[in-house]
């Protein structure tokens, strides 16, 4: 485990950097190039959103709002309770600012995908006689890379679809099922397979049913879950009022000048604050990311450009709403820079060790043969290597829950166990730790609604929110998947895919938080590079499409086509009224 941690962070040491500068970058070109569109054509969004301008007669599997949700139930998910920790986790607050600023050029880089997706999907054609639960129309980066960029780009087309259904087996699905089984574990001491196998057979049985019945679900699914949540975060605030704007300061301030992470992580490094903010930022509302276009490229329409407004909205739901009520809570309530009373079962994954101090931050290492401890601290004062949870040192171990008796005798790592000086042979100590990932988070609420009493409401909240975000996320990231698996393989392909999809949700249940998170900056960065390179060599098609829908204004069509389809219900609800009438009366 140590060995693939390694070359994990090696490679994200030389993917980060390339990811971070394309990301922005592209994001400013199209923002400039398409005249602002994320702020322009915004309240058209909306409107396009509503329905407003449906046409039930145009192609497509489902409506603009059925898409949106499709795609914000993989947006509005884990990266909003679970990311948003870990980037203050590494980063400090100021990895929050970098979050908001990926959102807001990323509304153009969604609009970009997402209207490019829909100008060159594909119809897809189902075996003779058979049910069309595979949908009938595909659409996504593969294709825009391949057809607009010619034939001679189809091996990147390839490639990008190759990891993109990789990425959907990883950040769209491992992540979503480690992030459940840590909160039920670290709240009832679930084992994480047992979370793992519920999880998975709860999606199974949706995934089955393909595109129509994903929408069915996630369009019932993300606005009740998004509202409670929100609901939730704003009594939090409300309970805090007079200290939402030094909070508010201290994100900015700290996004240039970062002092303080959780026990010394990210001080006075820019560098860290700023790429773990765009990364969670990215892994949140996945803009550039090409994932959101696929689920978009189903939309009952034949207009590009007006899926590609509707999409625009959603980083904005995602990072600056969603993102932001998360991080109010986590830094109003100090949650962040927090140790609380943890027990330590010695053959957790997250259990690491680690040198350092919580004013210089940590630094991992490899598990020793034995560590000396004296009255809970180690022994051996010029060289102390600390049990860490979460890669952050435990300041103090003891033998029992309520940490009255510090813990003196030997730890053995490799062995995962500890023996006192009596003989004692202990697998699991306590001591004080901090949170990262949604447990964070759930000290974040649980704090602060503790001044009304509903402290415990606020962690359960919590939990049912991780429960059904990883569940939504999972359903339509498989859409993602399978969309990859058709692009390369055919039709039949898709349901092997999907039980390969399950497979991985099981095993990502049991992974180390910090293995499974890094693993997936790695597949997305991979999947992210030749997408964005893409959005920028085909921004001329991009400008031409967009001018000329807002020159056509072609939706004042579709809203007569609305306003007669609203007549017409009336009409039939007036008759059947009135039929009902006339039997009594008679």
């Known amino acids: 485990m140590e060995l693939l941690d390694n070359l994990i962070n090696v490679l994200n040491s030389y993917l980060t950097p390339v990811l971070v500068v394309m990301l922005l970058g592209a994001g400013i070109y199209l923002t400039l190039r398409l005249g602002f569109v994320q702020f322009r054509r915004f309240w058209h969004g909306v409107l396009v959103t509503s329905g407003k301008y449906d046409d039930p007669d145009e192609p497509g599997d489902v409506t603009h709002f059925q898409a949106l949700n499709t795609a914000l139930s993989a947006t509005v998910g884990i990266g909003n309770i679970a990311g948003v920790a870990l980037a203050i986790h590494i980063g400090g607050p100021g990895a929050v600012f970098w979050m908001w600023v990926t959102a807001l050029l990323g509304m153009a880089t969604k609009y970009s995908e997402v209207t490019l997706a829909q100008h060159y999907r594909v119809e897809v054609k189902p075996e003779v006689g058979k049910r069309v639960w595979a949908g009938t129309v595909a659409g996504g980066p593969m294709y825009y890379i391949e057809q607009g960029l010619g034939k001679h780009w189809k091996p990147i087309a390839i490639f990008f679809a190759f990891m993109l259904m990789m990425t959907s087996l990883m950040t769209g699905n491992a992540i979503q099922a480690n992030t459940v089984a840590t909160e039920f574990n670290d709240m009832f001491g679930i084992a994480t397979w047992i979370t793992g196998l519920v999880t998975a057979s709860i999606i199974g049985v949706v995934i089955i049913g393909g595109i129509k019945r994903i929408g069915r679900v996630t369009s019932l699914l993300v606005p009740v879950m998004a509202a409670i949540y929100i609901l939730a975060a704003l009594v939090v ?27 010394g992580t990210g001080i006075g490094i820019f560098l860290t604050t700023m ?156 001591g004080p730790a901090v949170r990262t990932s949604s447990p964070l988070t759930s ?144």
Request: with cysteine; proline share 5%; aromatic share 10%.
């Open 443 to 586: 000290l974040g609420f649980q704090r602060g609604l503790e001044p009304i009493g509903l402290g415990d409401w606020g962690r359960y909240m919590v939990l049912i929110s991780v429960f059904l975000f990883a569940i939504s996320t999972s359903i339509s990231w498989s859409y993602y998947g399978d969309r990859c698996a058709n692009y390369l393989f055919g039709v039949k392909s898709i349901m092997p895919f999907k039980g390969v999809f399950l497979l991985f949700h099981f095993i990502g249940a049991v992974l180390a938080v910090t293995t499974i998170w890094n693993l997936g900056d790695v597949a997305l960065a991979l999947v992210t590079i030749p997408n964005v390179l893409a959005l920028v060599l085909l921004s001329p098609t991009l400008s031409r499409v967009t001018k000329s829908y807002f020159d056509r204004k072609p939706w004042l069509e579709n809203e007569q086509v609305q306003s007669k389809i609203r007549e017409e219900e009336k009409k039939e609800r007036d008759e059947r009224r009135g039929e009902g009438g006339g039997k009594d009366d008679a």
């Open 237 to 263: 605030l409300a309970l805090h009022l007079g200290d939402v704007a030094p909070t508010f300061a201290s994100i900015f301030t700290e996004a240039f000048d970062p002092s303080a992470g959780v026990a």
């Open 275 to 430: 790429t773990y903010g765009v990364q969670r930022g990215l892994f949140s509302n996945e803009a550039g990311q090409g994932s959101a276009p696929i689920a978009h490229s189903a939309a009952k329409t034949d207009e590009p450009v007006s899926e590609g407004s509707v999409a625009l909205l959603e980083p904005f739901i995602d990072t600056i709403v969603v993102c932001t009520m998360t991080a109010m809570v986590i830094v109003i309530t100090g949650s962040h820079e927090a140790r609380v009373d943890t027990s330590l079962d010695l053959s957790n994954p997250n259990i690491t060790y680690v040198v350092g101090s919580d004013e210089e931050g940590y630094e991992r290492v490899s598990r020793p043969a034995q560590i000396d401890f004296r009255e809970g601290f180690p022994a051996d004062d010029e060289d102390e290597i600390f049990l860490g949870y979460h890669n952050i040192g435990v300041s103090q171990l003891f033998t029992d829950p309520a940490q009255t008796e510090p813990f003196t005798g030997t730890l053995f790592p490799v062995l995962e166990t500890a023996e006192t000086e009596e003989g004692v042979t202990l697998d699991e100590l306590y």
